[in-house]
């Protein structure tokens, strides 16, 4: 029978848990597409100064909304953890999260928490960088183990 794996050591305080790669394409792609759609209302000859404003509008309204789909992250320190999510914030003291989970085929984390129920932590996801987000769902659980009444998470993707 073998010997479990050793529980990794929680990461130093604070530390900001947030999809690097998911973002960076996004604002990549963002500021991307704001470039070539003021270019493009700028090189059409045809189109009056309101029109042309109206091209700028929509490409700025494009990147704010892939600027606040980058948004989500999980900011954790000496006293808890902030879950910063696409239009939501939340502050959560160590003690009130039971379990982290990141089961295979879940989108991101969620939060089992003392009140019964679970909130989803959307700066740890999968999606791009799988192998990145089960490290980050490990350390999570470490700290949560460490610091509150944290059971054991459940992270088996990896």
């Known amino acids: 029978m073998t010997a479990p794996a050793p529980r990794p050591e929680p990461p130093a305080l604070p530390v900001t848990f947030r ?3 998911t973002r960076v394409v996004l604002l990549s792609v963002g500021v991307a597409m704001f470039v070539v759609i003021t270019v493009v209302a700028l090189a059409l000859e045809k189109l009056s100064p309101a029109e042309r404003t109206s091209f700028v509008f929509v490409a700025l309204l494009f990147f704010g909304v892939l600027a606040l789909l980058s948004r989500p992250r999980i900011v954790a320190d000496q006293s808890g953890v902030t879950v910063v999510n696409l239009t939501r914030t939340r502050r959560l003291a160590w003690e009130e999260i039971l379990r982290v989970n990141l089961r295979v085929g879940d989108p991101w984390v969620f939060l089992d928490l003392s009140d019964g129920t679970s909130l989803p932590a959307l700066g740890i996801q999968p999606g791009i960088a799988k192998a990145q987000a089960v490290r980050d769902a490990r350390a999570l659980r470490a700290l949560a183990e460490s610091r509150g ?3 054991d ?6």
């Open 19 to 21: 999809p690097t790669r």
């Open 149 to 151: 009444t944290g059971a």
């Open 153 to 158: 998470a459940d992270t088996r993707n990896g």
